[in-house]
């Protein structure tokens, strides 16, 4: 195991070809490493856009084929001499397993599954429930939260006044959602809580893209307050216009686009799956229940109703963020690392030592 504070070799690997939330993570908890002085490199697909994202000091080995993936990326890493293997998002973390060679660990971004991660030596666990459920493993384990990125500088385009491009009168409110467009994020029963309940004269935009899109685009139709505004770059811009943010997901480990809308000072409304119901305990936002889109409706419109009378600057928020620190966070998985490297040397130490006496009775 390499000695404290000396650089080590670290291998990421995810496999999307497109940025969300896990990503996004993998992607700046990679740079910040290799700012740190770590040796860092990233196994993904071949063309995806993570490789553009990462910094000079980040090296991208694109995997063109995705057949025996978990050979090659152990292959790989041991060419690259790897301390650590450290997968993101269940078929990652299921192809780190077979780094050997290496500290395999994985970043529970959705949730544990035995298929993907039972065979890892670390799991770094997102929110506090996650680590209290994880079944019983050989391995270590540690919660360590996410914190929101800041977004790529150099693939946004210039700032937007979303208020204007979107044509609204000063007196109109507007309701924002940021995610995938999948059924896990909910965004179906956002629309359907905001056609049911809203004002007629507020607001509806969701940023993303995702295979629902086409279904989303169906059920908004007929209603003008509705926008669904794909990819969008220039997010953090955008959360400024929102006099109210909405994560309306049937599941969610730890959502950095929450975050993101609690470091705009946006109000904030989600159903209470189980990443928000930690994060938010405390804070000044409101939960509602999962997958009910009467109590989301109503919640939203009471929301927009107590909004209303009161300026943009009356409407900011302040949340307690100190627990959702970057700095902290990457210092904290580096340190992690470490552990496993100890912990993996301690159990060899003690399969040798059982060799040694199963030999000796052999003899």
Not at 13 to 42: K, M, P, T, W, Y
Not at 143 to 162: G, K, S
Not at 321 to 345: E, I, N
Request: with cysteine.
């Amino acid at each position: 195991m390499p000695p404290p504070f000396e650089p080590l070799t670290l291998v990421h690997v995810v496999f999307s070809s497109r940025i969300a939330g896990g990503e996004r993570h993998c992607i700046d908890l990679a740079n910040a490493q290799a700012a740190l002085g770590h040796r860092v490199h990233v196994i993904g697909s071949a063309g995806s856009a993570v490789a553009a994202a990462l910094a000079p000091g980040v090296r991208f080995h694109g995997l063109a084929l995705p057949l025996l993936r978990g050979w090659r990326v152990a292959a790989l890493a041991r060419r690259l001499g790897a301390d650590v293997c450290h997968g993101h998002l269940g078929p990652a973390c299921k192809a780190a397993a077979h780094a050997r060679t290496a500290a395999r660990l994985g970043t529970l971004h959705v949730g544990y599954k035995a298929h993907h991660h039972a065979r890892l030596d670390g799991l770094i666990c997102v929110n506090r429930a996650q680590h209290d459920n994880l079944p019983a493993h050989d391995g270590l384990a540690s919660v360590i939260y996410n914190w929101a990125p800041e977004r790529d500088a150099r693939a946004a385009r210039p700032a937007t006044d979303l208020r204007t491009e979107l044509g609204l009168a000063p007196h109109q409110l507007l309701v924002g959602s940021v995610g995938r467009l999948h059924p896990s994020k909910g965004m179906d029963l956002l629309i359907a809580a905001f056609k049911a309940h809203a004002p007629a004269d507020a607001v509806l935009a969701i940023l993303g893209e995702g295979p629902d899109e086409a279904a989303l685009r169906d059920a908004a139709a007929g209603d003008a307050r509705i926008h669904l505004l794909g990819f969008r770059a220039d997010v953090d811009e955008a959360l400024k216009a929102f006099d109210l943010f909405v994560s309306p997901s049937r599941e969610e480990a730890f959502p950095l686009a929450i975050l993101e809308a609690m470091r705009a000072g946006r109000p904030v409304l989600s159903t209470a799956t189980q990443g928000p119901r930690e994060m938010l305990a405390g804070q000044p936002a409101r939960l509602v229940p999962v997958g009910q889109v009467g109590a989301l409706g109503q919640a939203l419109a009471e929301e927009l109703a107590r909004l209303r009378p009161l300026s943009p600057a009356e409407r900011q928020v302040a949340y307690a963020t100190a627990a959702y620190d970057r700095s902290s966070a990457v210092a904290r998985t580096v340190s992690f690392y470490r552990d496993v490297l100890m912990h993996r040397a301690e159990r060899a130490k003690v399969y040798e030592e059982q060799d040694e006496v199963y030999a000796g009775w052999r003899a």
